[in-house]
Every structure is written in C-alpha cells, then in structure tokens.
C-alpha cells in the first residue's frame, strides 16, 4: 500500500512537538516536515525562543505567531531542535540538504540538546546512498569540485549565506569515510551527512503510528 506520506509526516512532526515545554530554546528545521513541525508547535501555544534555519522557516515561523530571537552571543545552545530528513538509514545516518539548508541546519543540530529528526516512512533506507547534498564556498567552487571529482553543481541559486549548492554522485561505502572527506576538503562548507552521534531521536511516521528510535550516545 502507498503510505500518506503527508499525513505519516504531520504525525512525526505532532509527536516532535509534543515534547517541547514552556520556556525552550527551539531549533527549527527547513522542509516540508518540518513546515509541519512549525504548525504543531505553534498550535501548543507554549512561550518559546526559536532559532530558524532557513528564511523560509523564519517567515513562516513569524507567520504562525513563534517568537523568533537572533542565534548570537544570548542564545548559543537549544534545548531542542527538530527538523526533517532526506534518508534515514538503521546505523543512525541521516542526510539531510535537499532543500538546501544543510549547513545551517547541522549548525543548529550541533548546537542542540536534544536533535529530533522527523520523518515519513518514504524515507527509511536499507544504507546511505547518492546524492548527498554539499554546499560549497563561492570562492575557488571549480577547484573544490575539482578535488570532488563525483560532486556536480546544482542547479540552484546560491544559499542565504552565498554557497554554492553541489551534490556527492559516487556510491556511499562508508558514511563515515566520507563525511570525514568532506570534513577535510577545502572549500567544502557543508555537507548533508549527519552522524549518528549528532541525533538524539528519529521519529518516523508509519501508517497510523509514530516509531520513535532513541539513540543512545557511544
Ligand atoms: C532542507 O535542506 C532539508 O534538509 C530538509 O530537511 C530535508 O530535505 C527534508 O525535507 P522534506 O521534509 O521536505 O522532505
């Protein structure tokens, strides 16, 4: 049966928001699941500080009445952010960035007590696989993908901050390995693989139900 992708992801995002208490430093995620995150959360009414992680969030989040505040000197960490995913695999990798915000979206999970990833069924994987979104720095991007022979631009304007949207095209053996690659590539500003370590929770709508995967820190 096709699953209600729609539906399976308004609730991983109701469950998402039901863990939000009054006086929290929210992280919001870019997306459309995470677009229902926005609508949950604000529906619960509770006082809140939110950090956006895309102008889109942002306007949407001012939209439907969220108090956003500045992400600087009085607000460095979250006590909870949540966002949506491109693939979620059973070892614990996600990738994320097809929207593009990959990079403020990690910063943000980073900076997360509790990272929440919201998902629909669609997006469970057996293992990681191509592409995983990168974003590039403007400056020097041919060389960059010169050193990234299997990365392709894309065809997308330049993100909030002025990188350049590409895409990793090469089979993923090993996530791991590769994050660790694009860690170290110059030029590379971000990249679409979240570890394992950085999420702390994976709810995955599932028909009628939510699936909650707590990972435990290694
Ligand atoms: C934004 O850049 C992405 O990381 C999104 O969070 C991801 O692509 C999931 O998007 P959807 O919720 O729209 O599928």
Redesign the pocket.
């Known amino acids: 049966m096709v699953p209600d992708v729609e539906r399976e992801?308004r609730l991983a995002a109701e469950a998402a928001a039901a863990l939000a208490e009054d006086g929290m430093r929210v992280g919001l995620?870019?997306?459309?699941?995470?677009?229902h995150f926005l609508v949950a959360l604000a529906a619960r009414g509770l006082d809140l500080r939110c950090v956006p992680t895309?102008p889109t969030t942002e306007r949407a989040a001012r939209e439907l009445g969220l108090r956003l505040e500045p992400f600087g000197a009085d607000l460095v960490r979250v006590d909870l952010a949540v966002?949506?995913?491109?693939q979620v695999a059973p070892d614990g990798w996600v990738v994320?960035?097809?929207?593009?915000?990959?990079t403020r979206?990690k910063i943000v999970a980073a900076a997360a007590d509790r990272f929440v990833v919201i998902?629909s069924s669609d997006?469970l994987v057996e293992r990681v696989v191509p592409p995983v979104?990168l974003e590039l720095l403007a400056f020097g991007a041919t060389a960059t993908l010169a050193l990234l022979e299997r990365a392709r631009l894309r065809d997308a304007p330049p993100t909030p901050d002025g990188g350049l949207l590409a895409d990793w095209l090469d089979p993923v053996a090993d996530p791991a390995a590769l994050a660790a690659l694009l860690d170290a590539t110059p030029g590379v500003v971000g990249h679409?693989l979240f570890a394992p370590a950085l999420v702390s929770e994976i709810l995955v709508g599932r028909g009628e139900v939510v699936d909650r995967v707590v990972r435990v820190a290694v």
């Open positions: 992801k995620g870019t997306g459309s699941t995470a677009g895309s966002d949506g995913a491109d994320k960035g097809n929207g593009g915000a990959h979206e998902a997006k979104p679409g």
